[in-house]
């Protein structure tokens, strides 16, 4: 059986120091609007490793990059990380 703190447990994030910054930013503007947000945000930034952008190992997702994932139903998809303000689904971003 697994325990309740195992199944809990968050992934590990590793992030690019210009993907922290920007994202460190949004939160700082989101801050004033949605706080509860804004806080889930800071503390996933919190939990990060930041690495610098020259040395973010191989495979790791950052903004801006294209990718392919299964959904919870099973569908592929293929998409493009991006910002808030640059997100569009009919261009899959």
């Known amino acids: 059986m697994v325990s309740k703190t195992k199944k809990l ?38 939990r990060a490793r930041v ?11 950052r903004i801006g990059s294209s990718l392919r994932f299964k959904s919870d139903i099973g569908e592929s998809k293929d998409v493009t990380l991006v910002l808030p303000g640059e997100a569009d689904i009919e261009t899959k971003k």
């Open 51 to 61: 690495v610098d952008d020259q040395r973010l190992p191989a495979g790791v997702i």
């Open 9 to 46: 447990r968050k992934p590990a994030i590793t992030i690019s120091q210009s993907d922290y910054d920007k994202l460190s930013q949004l939160a700082e503007a989101l801050s004033s609007r949605n706080e509860e947000l804004a806080d889930q945000l800071f503390g996933e930034l919190d």
